[in-house]
């Protein structure tokens, strides 16, 4: 028996409501609409002072600015961007990331604004879990679990999600 398309559409909230609850696809800040999607970190080699971490920041009625982050893995966490420029790596650390209204930044591997988690504990491992606190200029603070994935494997789930 064929389903009907309103059968579909009355289970997508429920299945996406789910998703959210258990902090899998999103995590909601507030009541101004702020979403923060895919927080994840790339795995390190085993004795690397420094990794990454990434997060989808969507904001939504109000600009949002991203001012710091902190994370028990690592003794301090910089938000940074990195670009090529004559075939050359630059790295520099930024004091914010401003996101304006309505507007998502899309953090990824590979190039662009990213967590640095600079002075790790331990290796990052796939599978791993960890926490990380996102400082806002005109909200609360948020924690979210990220989780160490390989690179191409969140960008994949990330365009899965429509995102």
Do not use: K, W
């Amino acid at each position: 028996m064929p389903r009907s398309p309103s059968l579909r559409l009355s289970v997508l909230p429920l299945l996406v409501s789910c998703l959210v609850a258990s902090g899998a696809l999103a995590r909601e800040a507030g009541d101004t609409g702020l979403r923060l999607l895919h927080p994840f970190a790339t795995p390190t080699p085993p004795g690397a002072p420094n990794g990454a971490a990434y997060i989808d920041i969507t904001a939504g009625e109000e600009d949002v600015s991203l001012v710091g982050a902190s994370s028990s893995v690592s003794e301090v966490v910089e938000i940074h961007d990195m670009s090529m420029e004559d075939g050359v790596m630059r790295m520099r650390r930024l004091e914010r990331l401003d996101v304006a209204a309505g507007e998502t930044l899309m953090m990824r591997p590979g190039g662009g604004e990213h967590l640095m988690l600079i002075g790790l504990e331990q290796s990052l491992q796939v599978g791993d879990r960890f926490p990380i606190t996102l400082e806002f200029a005109e909200r609360d603070s948020v924690t979210l679990e990220v989780q160490v994935r390989e690179a191409g494997e969140e960008g994949q789930a990330a365009g899965q999600h429509g995102h």
